[in-house]
């Protein structure tokens, strides 16, 4: 009964509109799960690992599909008969009135027996039911492994913007050097006569805001650790990670074509099975409207006494179908087949949405990564501009030819340049992570 599931159509362009002006990667050897290992960091690979064994919602989403599966042993079930084997004694004492004495007399009954019942399927509810039943499995299952692609993928964006913050402390820790060595210049010059006390209070000023700005950054690192124990499953006072020298590079992905999103997201794979699950429950409810047949049986033995309870005289048996049909239920069936139809409807749509949501995020990514490729080659000539300004400002102040006032400008557009070209950077690597897990996180 009900319609064979057939997956809806779902329009599918051609090619990325962001690929306009990206470089296609050739597919590289990573293997299928393994995506972070495209940024060759030894670190993040081990901390990768420990995200399947400790992470609790992916836990969660593994058990569930346990749940989902073990529901579905117990649907498959329902194709067998059903054997069952029970004994009682039982005692009773009729009304006294329908007896001439006084107290009418205690019977004790005793049984031993075994029944079989089995259900046909006849119109293929139980069928149904199965298909529903293994297709929510296999929806729980992509659940759980996009539940998982979510965690990795955040794991990723937390490691490459505490490795990015690393990356700024560096560069802070530099300019508080270069500019104690200004600072220096200038109490020199001041107590030369040549520079006034204003001087030396705008550099002493200059040094103790990069300070700041690099102590600063302790928060965000800190935030950033424990959200990485967090992923891990573990409590954020027993993780530290050390600062490192290098930052991770920029990969090369092969975004692929919009088709293959269908094959690779494991979110929309679940929407997929959920549709297939809904489409079998129409079954379901439709062959509800035809009558059930049962076969039982039923072999034993009952007697006044267990002394002799197995023997010929005691033996009782009985075994015939039975058809059960409902003849008016005031419109429940209906109801429940309207229902199921409209689940179906609901989940089509959620379908369709999931990959539209899918194609967008792909999108978004590519012209993210796209845009920033293009900000960073400009920022990268703003810093060396900024630099060689800075460069020139100094030798000129060493010099005497101009005020310290030049120089701290410099400092202030240098700082500002190369802080915006880390942060680009940052922004660069956190979309190429959000970029593997929008294609699925494997290709």
Do not use: C
């Amino acid at each position: 009964m009900g319609p064979d599931y057939h997956r809806p159509s779902v329009d599918t362009p051609p090619a990325w509109r962001e690929m306009a002006g990206w470089k296609q990667a050739q597919p590289q050897a990573v293997v299928s799960g393994d995506w972070w290992k495209i940024y060759h960091d030894p670190v993040l690979d081990g901390l990768e690992r420990q995200v399947s064994l400790g992470n609790q919602t992916v836990q969660q989403a593994q058990a569930q599909y346990r749940q989902a599966a073990a529901l579905l042993s117990a649907t498959m079930a329902g194709f067998w008969p059903t054997i069952t084997a029970g004994t009682s004694s039982t005692s009773s004492q009729t009304n006294s009135t329908m007896y001439t004495v006084r107290n009418s007399p205690t019977v004790t009954l005793d049984k031993l027996s075994l029944n079989a019942n089995w259900t046909l399927d006849i119109w293929g509810e139980l069928r149904r039911e199965a298909e529903a039943g293994e297709a929510t499995a296999a929806a729980s299952q992509a659940t759980a492994q996009a539940a998982l692609l979510t965690a990795q993928a955040t794991l990723a964006e937390s490691y490459l913007q505490l490795r990015v913050l690393d990356a700024d402390a560096r560069m802070l820790r530099n300019t508080v050097e270069a500019n104690q060595h200004t600072l220096d210049i200038t109490r020199n010059l001041y107590a030369s006569g040549v520079d006034t006390e204003y001087d030396v209070a705008q550099a002493q000023t200059q040094v103790k805001t990069v300070q700041a700005q690099l102590i600063d950054l302790g928060v965000l690192r800190a935030q950033l650790e424990h959200a990485i124990a967090l992923l891990m499953g573990k409590p954020p006072a027993e993780f530290r990670l050390a600062e490192s020298d290098a930052v991770p590079a920029l990969p090369d992905i092969p975004a692929g074509v919009p088709s293959q999103l269908l094959e690779h997201r494991p979110d929309i794979a679940a929407a997929e099975r959920q549709m297939a699950a809904a489409n079998a429950q129409i079954g379901v409810a439709q062959a509800a409207f035809f009558p059930t047949l049962t076969l039982g049986g039923v072999f034993g033995y009952q007697s006044l006494s267990y002394s002799n309870l197995v023997s010929t005289p005691n033996r009782y048996w009985s075994y015939g179908p039975a058809l059960v049909g409902t003849l008016f239920d005031g419109g429940i069936l209906s109801a429940q087949k309207a229902q199921a139809v409209a689940a179906y409807d609901a989940s089509v749509a959620n379908y369709r949405q999931t990959v539209l949501t899918g194609f967008q995020e792909v999108e978004d990514d590519l012209a993210t990564l796209h845009v920033l490729a293009q900000e960073n080659d400009v920022q990268r000539q703003a810093v060396e501009s900024a630099r060689r300004a800075l460069a020139v400002s100094q030798h000129q102040y060493e010099a005497g030819t101009v005020n310290y006032i030049n120089v701290l400008a410099a400092q202030i557009v240098a700082l500002s340049a190369e802080k915006a070209q880390i942060d680009i950077l940052g922004r660069q690597l956190v979309a190429s992570a959000g970029l593997v897990t929008a294609l699925g996180g494997l290709w």
